[in-house]
């Protein structure tokens, strides 16, 4: 690789977390808008933009996001570029029907979801050719989704919100093929983080089973290995002191300390392989009872105990730990 591949590269990376930590802040969106209404002759284009955003595109997170420039979008440089830094590669085991809807359990979360972010919600690993005719929408916390400047980034990329109201939407309002990229543990797996370790909050997710039933959608476990490689956390293992202390800390405030050595701002190069296993069949239930949900959700964990044992040694072969699911 020259020296020119591997700086753009880099460049690319950096740019994805800074544009990612700062407008997920709002910090990006507040001050830019600021900007050009204080100090530049533009002041009517924000009063527009505004105006707009609030009264008229406030909720289309919760309606599919924008089809408008998506594939556009997907297809920039840019991904292709941080797909080869780590590098992320799609691999497939399974065919996708088309005419079905699907919801894609993502395992891990990791720090910032990585390998779904690249690998299932852009077109640099090739998602249309592996799967075509399904169009994927990764869900996203509901407060990155109100950041001013950055919602248009990530609705013009076809992310949505990921509240209920939300994925039942895409899931039966938008046509086949349309489907969700869940997050299942959500920011619980950031403080669980670990190199060579994979702790997944599962167990006690049943809301997206639920959904599942109710809508007669597929489920399909995804593992991202790799995606706790990234960075090197502050903490130790499982059970060290701080480790422990960040979960309490989770349990009380859904936010944790997340410290890393390091380099600031550029993840190790270490490849993430996301693969996608088969997909479960579910049969719709109006009003499925617990006994429905909870066996469900047992076959989902076991399905993903089981795509995680038949390809741990070929993706990630430095692993040594077990799978831990709470």
């Not at 980034?153 to 919100?161: A, H, K, P, R």
Request: hydrophobic share 40%.
């Amino acid at each position: 690789m020259s020296f020119v591949n591997y700086l753009l590269q880099a460049l690319c990376v950096a740019s994805f977390y800074a544009v990612g930590f700062l407008g997920g802040t709002h910090i990006l969106g507040l001050v830019t808008l600021y900007q050009l209404f204080r100090y530049t002759p533009l002041w009517s284009l924000v009063v527009v933009y505004l105006s707009w955003t609030y009264l008229m595109e406030w909720n289309t997170p919760n309606r599919g996001g924008r089809a408008f420039f998506r594939n556009y979008l997907r297809r920039l440089a840019i991904f292709k570029y941080i797909r080869d830094y780590y590098p992320i590669a799609l691999v497939k085991t399974y065919e996708l029907d088309p005419q079905r809807n699907y919801i894609l359990g993502y395992h891990p979360h990791g720090l910032l979801t990585e390998g779904a972010s690249v690998a299932l919600n852009t077109e640099a690993c090739g998602f249309n050719d592996k799967f075509p005719g399904i169009i994927p929408h990764l869900a996203a916390h509901d407060g990155i989704l109100k950041a001013l400047l950055y919602r248009d980034l990530v609705m013009g990329l076809g992310v949505i919100n990921a509240s209920r109201d939300s994925l039942e939407y895409c899931l039966t309002q938008m046509g086949p093929g349309h489907s969700v990229v869940l997050v299942v543990g959500g920011a619980a797996e950031i403080v669980d983080t670990r190199v060579d370790s994979y702790v997944l909050t599962l167990k006690r997710r049943k809301g997206f089973v639920k959904l599942a039933l109710e809508t007669g959608t597929d489920l399909v476990p995804v593992f991202g290995f790799g995606q706790n490689n990234l960075f090197s956390l502050v903490g130790g293992d499982y059970n060290s002191p701080f480790s422990r202390f960040n979960r309490w800390l989770y349990s009380k405030t859904h936010s944790g300390c997340c410290c890393c050595w390091g380099f600031p701002c550029l993840p190790k190069r270490s490849p993430i392989s996301v693969v996608v296993g088969a997909p479960i069949a579910v049969e719709k239930l109006v009003n499925p009872t617990q006994e429905a949900i909870d066996k469900l959700h047992s076959r989902y964990i076991e399905e993903v105990r089981e795509l995680y044992a038949k390809y741990k040694d070929e993706f990630h072969p430095t692993n040594t730990s077990q799978l831990v699911m709470l």
